[in-house]
């Protein structure tokens, strides 16, 4: 079976920091496009960060940039979101997503076919 298990979620004070790891089984994160995703009730689903696993390339949405970093972990079948500064505007059930290309473009929900089930990031004081 396919699964992509994110973890790492929680409350955290603004200003503070979490890590969300993305986990796969059933399938291999090489040569694949893997991005996180956010989305709050009421509101489209949002690209954060994503990166190709063939070339560690990262993209990032501006809300985000110079405070969330996408990467591969030790495990190969693991990515990571380092969230630092965060705002209450970060506050949302984060996805992560796995594709075969860029398809659509990175923040199209339509490019990719394999999808979390999510972990909820709160900020709030």
């Known amino acids: 079976e396919v699964q992509l298990v994110e973890s790492g979620g929680g409350s955290v004070q603004p200003g503070g920091s979490l890590r969300l790891s993305c986990t796969a089984s059933g399938i291999s994160f090489d040569d694949r496009v893997i991005a996180w995703f956010r989305q709050v009730p009421g509101k489209e689903r949002e690209g954060v960060a994503c990166l190709s696993t063939n070339d560690l390339s990262t993209e990032y949405a501006d809300s985000v940039k110079g405070r969330f970093t996408i990467s591969r972990g030790g495990p190969r079948n693991t990515v990571y979101l380092q969230m630092n500064n965060l705002e209450p505007e970060d506050t949302a059930t984060y996805y992560c997503?796995?594709?075969?290309?860029?398809?659509?473009?990175?923040?199209?929900?339509?490019?990719?076919?394999?999808w979390g089930q999510g972990t909820q990031v709160t900020v709030s004081s």
């Open positions: 997503a796995a594709a075969g290309s860029y398809g659509l473009g990175w923040t199209s929900a339509g490019t990719y076919d394999t």
